[in-house]
């Protein structure tokens, strides 16, 4: 059986780019497992926000989370919710996993100096070895992730193979389910995002969908199609090609275009929202399953780790 992992920052409300690029195929893959892992990754979340205001909201923001996934599908029965900074096991094996890559390797990643305001922290340039410290630890053998972090892949990957090449430690090597593009904003932006302020959040009511559904652009910054992009990202494949063409040709009027995105989003967002609404509510279910959830964890990243110490030859025990 296999045992997906998908990792996504406490860092506010979940949107539509964070549904489609990494949740909706984690829930896909989870439906194929007994076991499945999500990180509540908090430690990346400090990497680029390390300042007392995001931390402190950490507690909080990681139960709306939990809440925010249930909702979406993620099933309590199958998945493991932890939070990083819970699993000291896990920034060992980061620390770990550190000295075997080079500066070099990480320095290409797309965009991170930008995405930590042009002040990157170490923590941003390490930011794939944490994922793959995440990936390692569990022995996941699928990793659903967003098509921005994709080629963070290829860093885990190279660690496995400089473990098994060098020192013998054979670990799994894990699949990686890419998610859908980055989704673009409705102002279109190149990218949704909440910062802008130009994402559809997954916790939001029927009203607001509408409402900020109508303010759709309807191409953007590098030329896509946005109607068309939203409705292929919710799996309306035949929907996103007529329109694309509709709104090229001219047959197609760009609010007739909004409303058929509309559709697409009050069937599978609007549930959502009411959904995280009630969990919301269930705080002690939450933090229960963050708890259970790292009490696992622990146990299988300890196993990892002493795995590590012995296969590089720090320790005999």
Same mark, same amino acid.
């Given at each position: ?56 909201? =950490? ?11 249930? #909702? ?15 699993? *000291? ?39 794939? =070895? ?19 972090? #994709? ?21 799994? =090597? ?9 989704? *673009? ?68 009027? *760009? ?20 959904? #995280? ?19 696992? =964890? ?20």
């Amino acid at each position: 059986m296999s045992r997906p992992i998908t990792s996504i920052p406490p860092s506010g409300p979940l949107h539509l780019g964070h549904y489609c690029g990494a949740l909706a195929p984690f829930v896909a893959l989870q439906s194929e497992s007994r076991t499945a892992f999500l990180a509540v990754a908090d430690l990346h979340l400090m990497a680029p926000r390390a300042i007392r205001a995001a931390t402190a909201a =950490v507690p909080d923001s990681a139960a709306i989370l939990v809440a925010e996934c249930l #909702a979406a599908g993620v099933d309590a029965d199958r998945c493991v919710f932890y939070r990083q900074s819970d699993v *000291p096991e896990l920034a060992l094996i980061n620390g770990l996993l550190h000295n075997l890559v080079t500066v070099e390797e990480l320095l290409p990643q797309r965009g991170y100096a930008r995405r930590a305001g042009g002040r990157p922290s170490l923590g941003m340039l390490g930011w794939p =070895v944490l994922e793959a410290a995440d990936i390692i630890g569990t022995s996941a053998t699928h990793v659903a992730i967003g098509a921005g972090n #994709a080629r963070h892949m290829e860093i885990c990957y190279g660690l496995l193979t400089r473990l098994r090449d060098e020192w013998g430690i054979d670990l799994p =090597v894990p699949a990686a389910t890419v998610g859908a593009v980055d989704l *673009p904003g409705l102002d279109g932006a190149r990218k949704m995002s909440r910062s802008r302020g130009n994402c559809l959040l997954l916790g939001a009511d029927e009203p607001a969908l509408r409402a900020r559904v109508h303010t759709m652009a309807i191409r953007s910054e590098d030329g896509r199609s946005v109607p068309a992009a939203y409705l292929a990202a919710l799996g309306h494949t035949a929907e996103a090609d007529r329109v694309a063409r509709g709104l090229t040709d001219g047959t197609m009027r *760009p609010d007739e275009a909004r409303e058929l995105v509309l559709a697409a989003v009050l069937t599978h967002i609007a549930p959502i929202g009411r959904r #995280a609404g009630e969990l919301a509510d269930e705080r002690s279910k939450l933090d229960g399953l963050l708890a259970a959830g790292t009490e696992r =964890v622990r146990d299988l990243t300890d196993s990892t780790l002493r795995r590590l110490r012995r296969g590089l030859g720090l320790t005999r025990a």
